[in-house]
């Protein structure tokens, strides 16, 4: 039986309605970015979904249409977008606030962005400590906001006139948790949930409120999440795709890229610093240390993972991984990656690579936003559901079936999200083998 007769796949009907915790520098450049290439103002660079061709067949064939020519995704015609955020300011003026994009560009975006005003916000100021705001949901038990979102959910879905949801995770990264005893069953989560277990966050309530509504959900930061047994058995139960987690854009995108290299040439490394300065909200908010601790841990484990030194212990076993995050206002979202990396090759000699990174964090996330919302939205219609490993490629931390290692490497990883999509239509799956072509 072909994968055609396993996967069909509900046509893009209707609109999509995106829904974003948080209206910061990332979501609201991904919002400015869609009524900009809607507005042919801007080509969607960054965009795999947007951009990238797919092949199909050999080489000789000469197929090769483009990924949303190929599935059936969502237009950007059809997204329709709703946020929460512990601030009241809409769209543009938080686009004005977070400095990523300039003031005349907004300007021929202010109608559309002025339009979008955010709801008040689940929070809760043990799990981010930085930041403040007044924009908040009444006092209630965790339960109580849960249904609030549910509520905001369903009328956001009536207002919109969106025929299919999404939500993904845009704000701040939370204090670093471990799984706790009140995440292990749906059960156990519920009553947590009235009893105010101070293991709940609010990004888990949001996930709670979005799978009990029956709307995929991807994390787009690195704290525990839906990565529990109990929001992966209840995404199962209800048949949602769940991904994440944090976007991987600009030092780690480096990583995923330099150390499968490294690796493939069978070169050594014994140490890899990494330090990072940003100004932005999300480096008031790591300025923290519990929310650091988050993003360390996520930032930490692809290099292990890729080199696995476990296999090959001459080369890796003894490895120095250090990560920094610097809060540095004066740099606004204009993030530096600096990466000192000391390698050897033939006979131990020793040699350097440095990597200085002047990125730009939110204009690297926006496209992938974009993204995950589309092939969450592809997956739910192929009826696929909980945890959706082929997207690994957009995060630092991929979230894996329970005791199975995530993969890192990019290269493998995008060949996992192509070979997902061409199982879905039905096409033989592109092993790079190539033999036939010898014969």
């Known amino acids: 039986m072909s994968a055609q007769d396993n996967v069909r796949i509900a046509p893009a009907d209707g609109k999509l309605g995106v829904l974003i915790p948080g209206m910061g520098a990332v979501t609201t450049t991904f919002i400015a970015g869609v009524e900009a290439v809607k507005r042919g103002l801007a080509k969607p660079i960054g ?14 064939d000469g197929r090769s249409p483009l990924i949303k020519d190929f599935v059936p995704l969502a237009s950007l015609e059809d997204l329709t977008i709703g946020t929460w955020d512990i601030f009241e300011e809409n769209a543009y003026q ?14 021929q975006l202010r109608e559309p962005l002025e339009a979008i005003c955010p ?38 879905r009536e207002s919109s006139g969106a025929a299919r949801l999404v939500m993904i995770w845009c704000g701040s990264t939370e204090v670093f948790h471990k799984p706790a005893e009140v995440h292990a069953t749906i059960r156990n989560f519920e009553c947590g949930l009235q009893k105010n277990d101070p293991e709940i966050s609010p990004s ?7 799978l009990k509504s029956g709307v995929p959900y991807a994390n787009g930061a690195p704290h525990l999440t839906t990565d529990t047994p109990a929001l992966i058995e209840l995404a199962r139960e209800r048949n949602v795709p769940i991904c994440g987690k944090d976007f991987k854009t600009g030092q780690t995108f480096m990583k995923t890229l330099i150390a499968p290299g490294l ?5 050594g490394v014994s140490g890899w610093f990494s330090t990072n300065i940003l100004g932005n909200r999300d480096g008031e908010v790591l300025d923290d240390p519990g929310s650091f601790k988050s993003k360390e841990e996520s930032k930490l484990s692809a290099l292990e993972q890729i080199l696995q030194p476990d296999l090959y212990p001459d080369l890796y076993k003894n490895i120095y991984h250090k990560v920094r995050i610097n809060y540095y206002p004066p740099r606004g979202d204009a993030k530096e990656g600096w990466d000192n990396i000391d390698i050897f090759g033939w006979l131990g000699y020793p040699m350097q690579i440095k990597i200085d990174f002047l990125c730009r964090d939110s204009i690297l996330a926006a496209p992938l936003v974009l993204d995950l919302v589309l092939f969450m939205d592809l997956a739910q219609r192929a009826g696929m559901r909980g945890v959706q490993e082929w997207l690994s490629f957009y995060f630092k931390a991929p979230m894996t079936a329970p005791g199975l290692y995530p993969e890192h490497d990019i290269f493998i990883q995008l060949m996992k999200l192509k070979n997902t999509l061409r199982w879905m239509r039905g096409e033989a799956l592109i092993t790079h083998l190539g033999l036939e072509y010898y014969d």
Do not use: C
């Open 47 to 60: 965009s795999v979904t947007q951009l990238s061709t797919i092949r199909l067949g050999k080489r000789t």
């Open 94 to 107: 938080a686009a004005q606030h977070a400095g990523v994009l300039e003031k005349s560009l907004l300007d």
């Open 119 to 156: 709801q008040p916000a689940v929070f809760d100021h043990e799990f981010v400590k930085r930041i403040h705001g007044p924009n908040l949901k009444p006092e209630g038990s965790k339960m109580d906001h849960a249904e609030m979102l549910m509520d905001d959910i369903r009328k956001f």
């Open 204 to 210: 888990q309530i949001y996930a709670y409120a979005a």
């Open 263 to 267: 690796k493939s040439r069978m070169l």
